[in-house]
T-cell receptor
Framework: GAGVSQTPSNKVTEKGKYVELRCDPI?????LYWYRQSLGQGPEFLIY????????DSGLPNDRFFAVRPEGSVSTLKIQRTERGDSAVYLC???????????FGQGTRLTVV | AQTVTQSQPEMSVQEAETVTLSCTYD???????LFWYKQPPSRQMILVIR??????QNATENRFSVNFQKAAKSFSLKISDSQLGDAAMYFC???????????FGKGTHLIIQP
């Protein structure tokens, strides 16, 4: 596609439920990043993929958070047993190569009620 | 760990005037990248300008320029001839050369007065 696409745009879920957030990077981009942006804050790094492998997952806050990129293109961020504190905008970015300019999607606003 | 500080939660400027947004950072690295991103209400982060730390010359992109002071660890953004479309959140960000993710500041909300 022309840009990074994230679906859904908005997601409301109940506390304790499982959610999946999807990111479609720009075609041909090998590097993919997930960030979390809480209200009034800047984005915080969660995880970085180079190809299919998670090269750096040091930003994932706990083991309820997991991300995959099985074919080196689309990525899914998975959150188990959601908590109200998980409410935030989840941003995805991709770049042509490691260290290249990162292009961001419009994010998924997750609200846990 | 690297930190990025934006001390101005909000700035206001008259259309056509010039405004400067401040950013300081802390790092022990000698080589790194610095960025300014714009985030309009659409939530999409848009790269405004990028500076490599090893370059002494300040980056410029049309009406946007930076004042990079490496010793002071300061990286301010100057917007000249402000336009209504410049209204947005502006984030300063840092990345190590051989690292992955960006470290962002808390952002500055820029208001353009017509």
């Amino acid at each position: 596609g022309a840009g990074v696409s994230q679906t859904p745009s908005n997601k409301v879920t109940e506390k304790g439920k499982y959610v999946e957030l999807r990111c479609d990077p720009i075609s041909g981009h090998t590097a993919l990043y997930w960030y979390r942006q809480s209200l009034g804050q800047g984005p915080e790094f969660l995880i970085y993929f180079q190809g299919t492998g998670a090269a750096d997952d040091s930003g994932l806050p706990n083991d309820r958070f997991f991300a995959v990129r099985p074919e080196g293109s689309v990525s899914t961020l998975k959150i188990q047993r959601t908590e109200r504190g998980d409410s935030a905008v989840y941003l995805c970015a991709s770049s042509l190569r490691e260290g290249g300019e990162a292009f961001f999607g419009q994010g998924t606003r997750l609200t846990v009620v | 760990a690297q930190t990025v500080t934006q001390s101005q939660p909000e700035m206001s400027v008259q259309e056509a005037e010039t405004v400067t947004l401040s950013c300081t950072y802390d790092t022990s690295e000698s080589d790194y990248y610095l960025f300014w991103y714009k985030q309009p209400p659409s939530r999409q982060m848009i790269l405004v300008i990028r500076q490599e730390a090893y370059k002494q010359q300040n980056a410029t992109e049309n009406r946007f320029s930076v004042n990079f002071q490496k010793a002071a660890k300061s990286f301010s953004l100057k917007i000249s001839d402000s336009q209504l479309g410049d209204a947005a959140m502006y984030f300063c960000a840092y990345r190590r050369v051989n690292a992955d993710g960006l470290t962002f500041g808390k952002g500055t909300h820029l208001i353009i007065q017509p």
